[in-house]
């Protein structure tokens, strides 16, 4: 009886320590997901958005690398820790120049310690092509 009583109490031990290692995750809570930029202006299609963050879980977040869909997205973000309660910042950037009018829809990746690991965001908007006009000047 003894060593099923030892048994059982280091399992719930063993358990006990797991569910508490696993609350310490920092989390990311972007305030939004998906900015959408509307209609891009033909002529000047370069626009800039800030995806707000807070570390809402129990340790410090640290973003490793944030990634983009194409050349014609960059995106710089909070290079230091952010501590639990904390904010930080993606800052992207689309560029449209040498883009074909159309529908835009671009996913930024952030890569974490956080649980998941790996978060999305995502830009949208609609390039408008130039005036007829104005295409054959």
Do not use: W
């Amino acid at each position: 009886m003894t060593k099923k009583t030892l048994l059982v109490f280091s399992l719930l031990c063993f358990m006990f320590c797991i569910e508490s290692s696993a609350k310490k995750f920092p989390v990311l809570k972007f305030e939004q997901t998906t900015i959408d930029f509307g209609e891009l202006d033909p002529d000047n299609p370069q626009v800039t958005c800030v995806f707000k963050f807070t570390n809402v879980g129990k340790s410090k977040l640290i973003i490793n690398q944030v990634k983009t869909t194409c050349g014609c997205t960059t995106a710089d973000y909070t290079k230091d820790p952010i501590s639990p309660g904390a904010t930080g910042f993606i800052t992207v950037k689309y560029d449209g120049t040498a883009t074909r009018p159309g529908r835009i829809m671009k996913t930024i990746q952030i890569y974490s310690n956080a649980k998941e690991g790996m978060s999305r965001v995502f830009i949208r908007g609609e390039l408008k092509s130039l005036p007829r006009e104005q295409k054959h000047k």
